[in-house]
């Protein structure tokens, strides 16, 4: 089932994404697993540490989820303010939004592994990463944005 949906609003006031009269959404019903991983850390990282920690991420969360990583988002956040436990010491926070494969065992070793990718690459103790998982029903997902402009 798919359906070509105009809009001319605001989707997510979060991610900041802004559609205009002429940007379409294509929706499908998918019964596989997507997942993404949105990233937040108040360590400054340069493109190439990006890169490397957005395809380390991307390996773990595909493979532990059990999901082939064309179904994995990771978004990476550095140089954000945060304070942790009341201190501005070097710290992550991460939210992991799951079409399926979460629950406790893989919400462990997503959090140890990831938390391990963050310590490697940005020195930020695992103790000092915390990550929130939201599994979400089989609903409709985004396919394609296309602006015709």
Not at 114 to 126: F, H, N
């Amino acid at each position: 089932l798919q359906l070509g949906l105009q809009l001319g609003l605001q989707l997510d006031p979060q991610l900041g994404l802004q559609l205009d009269s002429y940007t379409y959404f294509w929706f499908c019903l998918k019964k596989e697993k997507m997942s993404t991983l949105n990233l937040f850390t108040n360590v400054p990282a340069d493109s190439v540490t990006c890169s490397d920690i957005l395809q380390d991420a991307t390996k773990a969360v595909a493979k532990i989820i059990g999901q082939p990583e064309s179904s994995v988002m990771i978004l990476l956040n550095s140089g954000v303010p945060i304070a942790f436990a009341r201190s501005e010491e070097p710290a992550a926070y991460g939210q992991l939004v799951s079409i399926g494969g979460l629950g406790p065992d893989v919400n462990g070793k997503l959090s140890e592994k990831i938390s391990e990718i963050l310590q490697v690459k940005l020195d930020i103790a695992s103790f000092r990463c915390y990550i929130s998982f939201y599994e979400s029903p089989v609903s409709p997902i985004l396919l394609h944005l296309k602006s015709f402009a």
